[in-house]
């Protein structure tokens, strides 16, 4: 597990920040199944994982708000907050219900981002490619 540790560590901290976006959405979408999966088991001590999986989910999300820039994209920087903002909502609302059919809608938008941000990712990296081919 320590091998796996030390690779993960050296990916997280080696990758450029568009790469981070999308690592950290991958493991919101993990927390999120993960914390459905603790709700939907019924036991008493499954609580307590899936309150820190959703903890986690909204310290990631509050990261990425806290991360946008509005000088770059006013627009996309409005609608990302606004969307930000509602599943944070979301998950403070999860959290004090336990229903684990509340979190769909937070997986489905959180997969929903992932896949913007993977698509966004690829087109800037065709861009260089034909870029370094031209250059």
């Not at 976006?21 to 999966?37: C, G, N, P, S, Y």
């Not at 001590?45 to 309150?51: D, H, I, K, M, S």
């Not at 806290?66 to 979301?90: C, H, K, M, Q």
């Not at 219900?97 to 997969?111: A, E, H, Q, S, W």
Request: charge should be negative.
């Amino acid at each position: 597990m320590k091998r796996f540790s030390a690779y993960r560590d050296h990916q997280v901290f080696n990758a450029p920040n568009e790469q981070l976006v999308v690592m950290l959405f991958e493991t919101a979408i993990h927390r999120l199944q993960r914390a459905k999966d603790g709700m939907v088991s019924g036991h008493s001590g499954a609580r307590v994982a899936w309150c820190e999986d959703l903890g986690r989910v909204r310290a990631i999300y509050i990261e990425m708000m806290n991360a946008l820039d509005p000088a770059v994209a006013p627009e996309l920087t409005r609608s990302l907050a606004l969307t930000y903002s509602w599943v944070i909502g979301r998950l403070s609302d999860v959290g004090r219900g336990g229903n684990p059919d509340d979190v769909d809608g937070i997986l489905r938008v959180t997969n929903t981002l992932l896949d913007a941000f993977r698509q966004a990712n690829d087109a800037q990296s065709a861009e260089q490619e034909a870029a370094a081919e031209a250059g």
